[in-house]
């Protein structure tokens, strides 16, 4: 081989393009679905070889055999394996709200029982799949691109009319990315997208009340909350799902006592009733779940039948109770609505997606009436020239019996009657039968019909209310022949279920603190001071303290990190700088006030609290965390709103890295680290830069920290609320900072520095906080006096000049630590 054709590639960079190309083809090529048809290339790919062979529903089942040859032969040159597995999915009734194939044979079933080879079984196209994503498929409404080979031409999408992505669901996993998008009612669907084209601006809560939740194929019932509203506000969240059950009289047989029974008619979605089973009898055999005498499956044909009888001295409401919550009887269904939007994957709201299908459906419309309009003025100009012709027939004649041949026909009738090419072809090919007076009158018939058709046309493309007003109606007309009636219940109130059923799971812990809360003054507040001492003071008491007030540096009491109402019945975590996480169990300081170790679950023994956060049910919310070796990730909130009574670790820490700061993260907010020779970087915060992770997950380097330099701390600013920021050093120098004058940066960028340091042989100053001057802060010295700076005094600083000396420190003195104040009348801040 010559040198020529050898080049150097640094490894890194091969690995991280290879990588990034490979992800592309999985994202867009395999695993996310079109946000405009809700199909995966192979579902598309699949429906579109199935037109093509004809397989409409009014023909005979085809063998499925046929279908994958023709898939994989033509467009999809992947395993038969992995086409013929999607194609089943594509049948599944119970997978499926509105399977878009008809299956002849065996397709599988509920009880994950797997279906027969593909070439024992047949399939077709279904009328929801022929008549509501192909019918159009051949008016020019898509565009068309070469399949792998450049043999064949495939459409780039189907001309969907209906919002498929949603109505059927859709599961799959990509790279760095996955999407669950449930099924729903197509009534429901339809009456959202009538609602959304008479009214653009409508309000997310009130297209919710419209679509209020998935259907379900297997039905069921949808525990209605804040997990419904998340997923469809925010395009992710968590669904809690139930299946059905009833109590009934069971007739065992002659001679035997009846005894009751639970009924099971229904499952969660994509729950296997077999597994089920079989996890229920284990659960038995263990001794969780008492009462049951026989466990048996009569489904049949007619429909699903769990019969679980019941011992004599059993308590069926009990039992029943405790199915829900110790088996999958109660679920979860955790959707994330993300597909491809313009080739890229985006995650939707319900309203988003919505408008994004209807502007496609516009798209299309528009290009079938064009198409549709082209054909007319077409045949109109045929017809015109033919009724020109009937009337000069004696003319025309004698040029035929005149003329050499076809061509001078055509050139000679062209001449004398002033025809174009495609008239002239028109009038020699018209057979004599159109000069009959039957025939003659029907082209004048269908001359006038054109004309209207024309106009009727033209007018939809210029004027678009009329196009709306026709997508409105053919909305309709699909939903009065394809709509269903809701299979999966609604039942209101979720959130209370919810949280009963996790007491349930954790009664000691849970009754415990009721009771203590139960037990305490409803006028007093909680305190937790910067020496972790945490106490329940009556408001006199605490006026007397002054902590919420500002004060010189002297010798105060220690300083307060938190001051709560305990009426608001905060739910507080602490965060170590191990990474773990626990409830604060504050409602036991009522009757004996301490340290806060004794308020903590065990396993965090010798382990620092760095920050005491109020969690607040915010869905825009996140926890940041930073570690000092300058990575940051962030958690969602709804993975820490339901803690247990025990630690949890939710950052993986490398040897000799501990956690910084903890804090609250805005969503689509701004992020600021500082360290302690003042360099400060300021970043953007979105699920594209800095997506939610895993408890495990280190999280990305944000910061890349120079030797001897070490972070400092954290801030989240909300995207329109700016803040002043308070740099404070050693030395006790303050600057001031605007937060909105501050660059935003790329991770790992350098940043800037924020305060030039003073630096000499015999002491090196550093920075030991940044926070939000909005809020009163204590200030703690080494020599442990303390005071409070108020955001009234820092007023009068001029932005960007450093202030020396600001506090009264005494010789040797220096600043420790700054600890800003968390009160419930400014957390607001959060919400």
Same mark, same amino acid.
């Given at each position: 081989?010559?040198?020529?054709?050898?080049?150097?590639?640094s490894?890194?960079q *091969?690995?991280?393009?290879?990588?990034?190309?490979y992800?592309m083809?999985?994202?867009?090529?395999?695993a996310l679905?079109?946000?405009?048809?809700?199909l995966k290339?192979?579902?598309?790919?699949?429906?579109?070889a199935?037109h093509?062979?004809?397989l409409t529903?009014?023909?005979?089942?085809r063998?499925?055999?046929?279908?994958v040859g023709?898939?994989?032969?033509k467009y999809h040159p992947?395993?038969?394996?992995a086409?013929?597995?999607?194609?089943v999915?594509?049948?599944?009734?119970f997978?499926?709200?509105y399977?878009? #194939?008809?299956?002849?044979g065996?397709f599988?079933?509920?009880?994950?029982?797997?279906?027969?080879?593909m070439?024992?079984t047949?399939t077709?196209?279904?009328?929801i799949?022929h008549e509501a994503?192909?019918s159009?498929?051949?008016g020019?409404?898509v565009d068309?691109n070469p399949n792998?080979d450049?043999?064949?031409?495939?459409p780039?999408v189907?001309p969907?009319?209906?919002p498929?992505?949603?109505?059927n669901?859709c599961?799959?996993?990509?790279?760095?990315m996955?999407?669950n998008?449930?099924?729903?009612n197509i009534?429901?669907?339809i009456d959202?997208?009538i609602q959304l084209?008479?009214k653009?601006?409508?309000k997310?809560?009130? #297209?919710?009340n419209?679509i209020?939740g998935?259907?379900?194929?297997?039905?069921?019932?949808i525990?209605?909350g804040?997990?419904?509203?998340e997923?469809?506000?925010?395009?992710k969240g968590?669904?809690p799902m139930r299946?059905?059950s009833h109590i009934?009289?069971i007739?065992?047989?002659?001679?035997?006592?009846?005894?009751?029974?639970?009924?099971?008619?229904e499952?969660p979605?994509?729950?296997n009733k077999?597994n089920?089973i079989?996890?229920?009898?284990d #659960?038995?055999?263990?001794g969780?779940i008492?009462g049951i005498a026989d466990i048996?499956d009569e489904?049949?044909?007619?429909?699903?039948?769990i019969v679980?009888?019941?011992r004599?001295?059993?308590d069926s409401?009990?039992?029943?109770?405790?199915?829900?919550d110790?088996?999958s009887?109660?679920?979860?269904?955790?959707a994330?609505l993300?597909?491809?939007?313009?080739?890229?994957?985006k995650?939707?709201?319900l309203?988003?997606y919505?408008?994004i299908f209807l502007?496609?459906r516009?798209?299309?419309?528009?290009?079938r009436t064009?198409n549709k309009?082209k054909?007319?003025?077409?045949r109109l100009e045929?017809v015109?020239?033919l009724?020109?012709?009937?009337k000069?027939?004696?003319?025309?004649i004698n040029?035929?019996e005149n003329a050499?041949?076809?061509a001078d026909?055509?050139?000679?009738?062209?001449?004398?009657?002033?025809l174009n090419e495609?008239?002239s072809?028109?009038i020699?090919s018209?057979?004599?039968?159109?000069?009959?007076? #039957?025939?003659t009158?029907?082209?004048?018939?269908?001359?006038?019909v054109?004309?209207?058709i024309?106009n009727?046309?033209q007018?939809l493309l210029?004027?678009r209310n009329v196009?709306?007003?026709?997508?409105?109606s053919e909305f309709k007309t699909?939903q009065?022949k394809?709509?269903?009636k809701?299979?999966t219940?609604?039942?209101?109130?979720?959130d209370?279920?919810?949280?009963e059923?996790?007491?349930?799971l954790?009664?000691?812990?849970?009754?415990?603190r009721?009771?203590?809360?139960e037990?305490?003054?409803?006028?007093?507040?909680l305190?937790i001071q910067?020496?972790n001492?945490?106490?329940?003071?009556?408001?006199?008491?605490?006026?007397k303290?002054?902590?919420?007030?500002?004060?010189i540096?002297?010798?105060?009491?220690?300083?307060a990190?938190i001051i709560?109402?305990?009426i608001?019945n905060p739910?507080?975590?602490?965060i170590?700088?191990?990474?773990?996480i626990?409830?604060?169990?504050?409602?036991?300081?009522?009757l004996?006030?301490g340290?806060?170790n004794?308020?903590?679950p065990s396993g965090?023994?010798?382990?620092?609290?760095?920050s005491?956060?109020?969690?607040?049910?915010?869905?825009?919310l996140?926890?940041?965390?930073?570690s000092?070796?300058?990575?940051f990730k962030r958690?969602?909130i709804?993975?820490?709103?339901d803690?247990?009574g025990?630690a949890t670790?939710?950052?993986?820490?490398?040897n000799n890295?501990?956690?910084k700061?903890?804090?609250?993260c805005?969503?689509e907010?701004?992020?600021?680290?500082?360290?302690?020779i003042?360099?400060?970087?300021?970043?953007?915060?979105n699920?594209?830069?800095m997506?939610?992770?895993?408890?495990?997950?280190?999280g990305p380097?944000?910061?890349?920290?120079?030797?001897?330099?070490?972070?400092?701390?954290g801030?989240?600013?909300?995207?329109d609320k700016?803040?002043?920021l308070?740099f404070?050093?050693?030395?006790?120098?303050v600057?001031?900072?605007?937060?909105?004058?501050i660059?935003?940066?790329?991770?790992g960028?350098?940043?800037t520095?924020?305060? *030039?340091l003073?630096?000499?042989?015999?002491?090196?100053e550093?920075?030991?906080?940044m926070?939000?001057?909005?809020?009163l802060s204590s200030v703690?010295t080494n020599?442990?006096?303390?005071?409070?700076?108020s955001?009234?005094q820092?007023i009068?600083?001029e932005?960007?000049i450093?202030?020396?000396k600001?506090?009264n420190?005494n010789s040797g003195?220096?600043?420790?630590?700054?600890?800003?104040?968390?009160?419930?009348?400014?957390?607001s801040?959060?919400d």
């Amino acid at each position: 081989m010559s040198k020529e054709r050898l080049q150097p590639i640094s490894l890194h960079q *091969e690995m991280q393009r290879s990588y990034l190309e490979y992800a592309m083809s999985v994202i867009v090529g395999r695993a996310l679905p079109d946000a405009r048809d809700g199909l995966k290339p192979v579902q598309r790919r699949i429906l579109f070889a199935m037109h093509e062979l004809g397989l409409t529903p009014d023909r005979p089942f085809r063998k499925c055999a046929r279908v994958v040859g023709d898939v994989l032969g033509k467009y999809h040159p992947h395993g038969d394996q992995a086409v013929y597995d999607a194609l089943v999915r594509l049948v599944q009734n119970f997978s499926s709200r509105y399977p878009v #194939l008809d299956g002849h044979g065996n397709f599988g079933s509920i009880d994950d029982d797997p279906p027969a080879a593909m070439r024992y079984t047949e399939t077709r196209l279904s009328s929801i799949a022929h008549e509501a994503i192909l019918s159009e498929i051949e008016g020019n409404t898509v565009d068309f691109n070469p399949n792998f080979d450049g043999s064949q031409q495939e459409p780039e999408v189907l001309p969907a009319q209906l919002p498929f992505l949603i109505l059927n669901g859709c599961s799959g996993i990509a790279v760095g990315m996955a999407t669950n998008i449930p099924p729903h009612n197509i009534n429901e669907i339809i009456d959202g997208l009538i609602q959304l084209i008479k009214k653009p601006e409508i309000k997310e809560e009130d #297209l919710i009340n419209i679509i209020p939740g998935p259907d379900f194929p297997t039905g069921g019932e949808i525990l209605l909350g804040s997990g419904t509203k998340e997923t469809y506000i925010k395009g992710k969240g968590s669904i809690p799902m139930r299946g059905i059950s009833h109590i009934e009289e069971i007739t065992p047989g002659k001679g035997k006592h009846r005894k009751k029974g639970i009924i099971i008619t229904e499952l969660p979605y994509q729950v296997n009733k077999s597994n089920w089973i079989e996890k229920l009898a284990d #659960l038995v055999n263990n001794g969780k779940i008492d009462g049951i005498a026989d466990i048996r499956d009569e489904s049949d044909r007619d429909g699903m039948r769990i019969v679980i009888e019941l011992r004599r001295d059993a308590d069926s409401e009990k039992t029943q109770k405790l199915l829900y919550d110790k088996t999958s009887l109660q679920n979860n269904f955790s959707a994330t609505l993300l597909a491809l939007v313009n080739g890229q994957p985006k995650q939707l709201s319900l309203k988003e997606y919505l408008l994004i299908f209807l502007e496609y459906r516009e798209l299309t419309i528009q290009r079938r009436t064009k198409n549709k309009l082209k054909k007319t003025i077409l045949r109109l100009e045929i017809v015109e020239g033919l009724i020109k012709a009937l009337k000069n027939l004696r003319k025309v004649i004698n040029l035929l019996e005149n003329a050499a041949d076809a061509a001078d026909a055509k050139t000679k009738i062209m001449e004398e009657l002033f025809l174009n090419e495609k008239q002239s072809e028109g009038i020699l090919s018209m057979p004599l039968r159109k000069l009959t007076n #039957l025939e003659t009158q029907s082209l004048y018939n269908e001359l006038d019909v054109l004309k209207t058709i024309k106009n009727d046309l033209q007018k939809l493309l210029d004027n678009r209310n009329v196009l709306l007003k026709l997508m409105i109606s053919e909305f309709k007309t699909l939903q009065k022949k394809f709509g269903s009636k809701r299979k999966t219940r609604l039942k209101e109130g979720g959130d209370e279920l919810l949280a009963e059923r996790n007491a349930n799971l954790r009664p000691n812990a849970e009754l415990q603190r009721k009771k203590a809360f139960e037990g305490l003054p409803k006028d007093g507040t909680l305190l937790i001071q910067s020496n972790n001492e945490v106490k329940i003071l009556n408001p006199r008491i605490l006026k007397k303290l002054n902590l919420n007030e500002s004060c010189i540096i002297g010798e105060e009491p220690s300083p307060a990190n938190i001051i709560w109402p305990i009426i608001k019945n905060p739910k507080i975590i602490a965060i170590t700088n191990t990474g773990k996480i626990a409830l604060l169990k504050w409602e036991f300081a009522g009757l004996q006030p301490g340290k806060i170790n004794k308020f903590l679950p065990s396993g965090l023994e010798g382990e620092i609290v760095i920050s005491l956060i109020p969690l607040v049910n915010n869905n825009n919310l996140s926890l940041g965390l930073l570690s000092s070796d300058g990575r940051f990730k962030r958690i969602n909130i709804n993975e820490i709103l339901d803690l247990s009574g025990r630690a949890t670790t939710i950052l993986k820490l490398k040897n000799n890295v501990s956690l910084k700061s903890a804090f609250l993260c805005h969503c689509e907010g701004f992020l600021i680290i500082v360290s302690d020779i003042g360099r400060i970087i300021k970043l953007r915060v979105n699920d594209i830069t800095m997506p939610t992770m895993g408890k495990l997950a280190q999280g990305p380097i944000l910061m890349k920290m120079l030797p001897g330099e070490n972070i400092i701390s954290g801030l989240s600013i909300a995207k329109d609320k700016a803040c002043d920021l308070i740099f404070v050093t050693q030395n006790g120098n303050v600057i001031k900072k605007y937060s909105d004058d501050i660059n935003i940066y790329d991770k790992g960028d350098m940043g800037t520095i924020a305060i *030039e340091l003073i630096e000499n042989k015999n002491k090196k100053e550093r920075v030991v906080s940044m926070y939000n001057g909005k809020y009163l802060s204590s200030v703690i010295t080494n020599t442990g006096r303390n005071g409070r700076v108020s955001s009234n005094q820092l007023i009068n600083i001029e932005y960007n000049i450093k202030q020396n000396k600001a506090f009264n420190l005494n010789s040797g003195e220096s600043i420790e630590s700054i600890i800003p104040l968390i009160e419930e009348k400014n957390y607001s801040f959060f919400d």
